[in-house]
């Protein structure tokens, strides 16, 4: 009763201040629940949990070959709730908020919001569990930052790893490059790329090659799509990570430290993009259908071979690279620029943005503790970071040692991970391996970290038996004109074409109320006028929008907004350089 007396109030206090404004401070826990150095080995009462998970693209029961594992270990199940699918923005969050019972188990954003769910006393003080958690402690410094002036250990971190934080976070690819139809560049001769504005005369001939796609629509260079505009047009910000560049709000920030500037400002690296996506749109590149179609018809676009660029190996790669047209030496791979430096992100030193935290209502807190420190574990890591995250899935269904005393897949894991999806033996739960996989879609650990029982990578995709078994005419024509390089990573480490910013997990800091107002008009702008740029009519008429672009969001107030994101990019450094000596030392 004590408890829930403190949670109302709390609840009552968070939802006086608007739900979603700063609060600091340890919430009220129940202090007196005993310490415990082991969990049990055994649940005799079967439990279901509620997973209010920031997240997650599925809402309902966790279902598949992972709902069996976590019901077999913990007689537990998952129901996820999750509010990007629910809709409503923040709809469901502050609905469960005010009821006082956000989730058994709770997975959300590290700062504000984490620091609010505590001062509302809608998280529980985990420390009495923390002792028996023994693989989180394996990431014990991680756990101390993210609850430091914290009266108690609320929340555990995600996205970990022993690597150094200067070194990249990625396993095979990097997360931005000039990724382009390799197969149709190779029948030019594989010309050499000086710079970002010398892909447009290659990308014509490309398309000139291959105007129209096996299903007999039309063949571009450049398909863009507006799901993920924000602060600026998105596709706008990725060619500009390949010079070292990564956003922090308005600002662009080079990942040494060594350049900051404003998204609007003269020949800046933003008007560059844009400028180059206007020239494409001039010689016939660019999908008439940008403005108006989504990620997924893009998607489907890639995998019918109707768009011949892309900024990001996992869009090109993972809809065209199928096992068929890599065999005739068809697919997506990178194609340096002479001038590239690309933006890494390096290992998160503790941890990323995601937490998982323990809600204080949750009927079985012990279990749930249990749970999040399974999820640390290889067994752990292997299971919930297959499928999107590159971890290889569970030892025994989709992958297993070799005579060798390596990993390689199995006949199943080579059916679902090379061929899209394989039907579960019924021991293992039954049903697609695809429609069983976590849905809680977070990485706890990160998939290129070793597994500590079998000494490689959680990834697959890193295992040189793989590799041997995807060799294919696509990956060995590239490899054979890339110096060697077996993965992109390697080519781009090689070749000192990787700018790699330390993970200091930094938080960006939340605007005050004016920053917020004036930022939420300038961003309009900045995306509608830079859509209007792209498909402008003319040269002259881009130069024309532009301009009256900055002219609108000065008057809106857009130099007081970048002068806080400048701030906040120059202490985001400060943060990456002392992560740096920090791990150095």
Request: charged share 20%; glycine share 10%; net charge negative.
């Given at each position: 009763m004590k408890l829930k007396r403190k949670i109302a109030a709390g609840v009552a206090a968070l939802l006086t201040v608007g739900l979603l404004t700063s609060c600091t401070g340890g919430g009220d826990t129940d202090t007196n629940t005993e310490a415990i150095d082991s969990f049990p080995t055994k649940w005799e009462d079967e439990i279901t949990i509620d997973v209010f998970d920031g997240l997650a693209n599925y809402m309902g029961m966790q279902e598949g070959w992972f709902g069996k594992i976590v019901k077999d270990k913990f007689n537990m199940n998952l129901n996820i709730i999750a509010p990007n699918v629910a809709g409503g923005g923040d709809t469901l969050y502050n609905t469960r908020v005010s009821a006082g019972d956000l989730g058994d188990l709770i997975i959300t954003d590290k700062g504000e919001k984490l620091d609010q769910l505590i001062e509302g006393g809608l998280v529980a003080d985990s420390a009495a569990y923390y002792p028996a958690m023994e693989n989180t402690g394996r990431f014990d410094a991680a756990v101390e930052k993210l609850n430091e002036e914290k009266d108690g250990t609320y929340a555990f971190p995600t996205s970990v790893s022993s690597l150094l934080p200067t070194e990249p976070?990625?396993?095979?690819?990097?997360?931005?490059?000039?990724?382009?139809?390799?197969?149709?560049?190779?029948?030019?001769?594989?010309?050499?790329?000086?710079?970002?504005?010398?892909?447009?005369?290659?990308?014509?001939?490309?398309?000139?090659?291959?105007?129209?796609?096996?299903?007999?629509?039309?063949?571009?260079?450049?398909?863009?799509?507006?799901?993920?505009?924000g602060n600026f047009m998105n596709n706008a910000k990725q060619p500009i990570t390949y010079y070292g560049y990564d956003e922090v709000q308005f600002a662009l920030a080079k990942a040494d430290g060594s350049d900051y500037e404003g998204i609007l400002d003269d020949g800046g690296q933003y008007e560059r993009v844009l400028n180059f996506f206007h020239e494409?749109?001039?010689?016939?590149?660019?999908?008439?259908?940008?403005?108006?179609?989504?990620?997924?018809?893009?998607?489907?676009?890639?995998?019918?071979?109707?768009?011949?660029?892309?900024?990001?190996?996992?869009?090109?790669?993972?809809?065209?690279?199928?096992?068929?047209?890599?065999?005739?030496?068809?697919?997506?791979?990178?194609?340096?620029?002479?001038?590239?430096?690309?933006?890494?992100?390096?290992?998160?030193?503790?941890g990323g943005k995601q937490v998982l935290a323990i809600g204080s209502q949750a009927e079985d807190p012990e279990r749930i503790a249990a749970f999040i420190d399974w999820l640390y574990t290889a067994e752990g890591s292997l299971a919930n970071s297959?499928?999107?995250?590159?971890?290889?899935?569970?030892?025994?269904?989709?992958?297993?040692?070799?005579?060798?005393?390596?990993?390689?897949?199995?006949?199943?894991?080579?059916?679902?991970?090379?061929?899209?999806?394989?039907?579960?033996?019924?021991?293992?739960?039954?049903?697609?391996?695809?429609?069983?996989?976590?849905?809680?879609?977070?990485?706890?650990?990160?998939?290129?970290?070793?597994?500590?029982?079998?000494?490689?990578?959680?990834?697959?995709?890193?295992?040189?038996?793989?590799?041997?078994?995807?060799?294919?005419?696509?990956?060995?024509?590239?490899?054979?004109?890339?110096?060697?390089?077996?993965?992109?990573?390697?080519?781009?480490?090689?070749?000192?074409?990787?700018?790699?910013?330390?993970?200091?997990?930094?938080?960006?800091?939340?605007?005050?109320?004016?920053?917020?107002?004036?930022r939420n008009q300038v961003k309009a702008i900045i995306v509608q006028y830079s859509w209007q740029a792209v498909f402008a009519e003319s040269d002259a008429k881009f130069d024309s929008l532009f301009a009256e672009l900055q002219e609108k969001a000065s008057g809106l107030g857009y130099d007081k907004v970048l002068e806080v994101d400048l701030a906040t990019a120059k202490d985001q450094n400060k943060q990456r350089e002392a992560v740096a000596e920090e791990f150095a030392e």
């Open positions: 976070s990625e396993g095979i690819d990097s997360t931005f490059g000039p990724f382009l139809r390799w197969d149709l560049y190779a029948e030019l001769g594989y010309p050499e790329i000086d710079t970002l504005e010398d892909l447009l005369p290659i990308l014509k001939q490309m398309q000139d090659l291959e105007p129209t796609a096996p299903n007999g629509q039309k063949v571009y260079a450049l398909s863009l799509f507006k799901d993920w505009d494409a749109n001039e010689l016939g590149l660019v999908d008439p259908e940008s403005t108006t179609q989504n990620y997924d018809t893009l998607f489907s676009k890639m995998q019918n071979g109707q768009v011949l660029f892309t900024w990001w190996p996992w869009l090109g790669q993972s809809a065209y690279n199928t096992e068929e047209n890599m065999a005739q030496g068809k697919g997506f791979m990178i194609a340096p620029l002479k001038d590239q430096e690309i933006f890494s992100y390096g290992a998160e030193a503790y297959s499928q999107t995250m590159g971890a290889a899935g569970p030892q025994g269904l989709t992958w297993d040692m070799n005579s060798a005393g390596e990993p390689e897949l199995t006949d199943f894991g080579k059916e679902v991970f090379l061929n899209g999806d394989a039907t579960v033996p019924e021991e293992w739960g039954g049903g697609s391996y695809i429609d069983g996989v976590s849905t809680l879609n977070v990485s706890v650990v990160l998939p290129i970290e070793t597994d500590p029982d079998t000494g490689f990578p959680y990834s697959y995709k890193l295992w040189d038996s793989y590799k041997e078994l995807t060799a294919n005419p696509l990956t060995d024509d590239w490899s054979a004109h890339m110096g060697g390089a077996t993965t992109t990573m390697e080519y781009l480490e090689n070749n000192d074409q990787l700018l790699v910013a330390p993970g200091a997990s930094y938080t960006i800091p939340t605007d005050d109320s004016e920053i917020e107002t004036l």
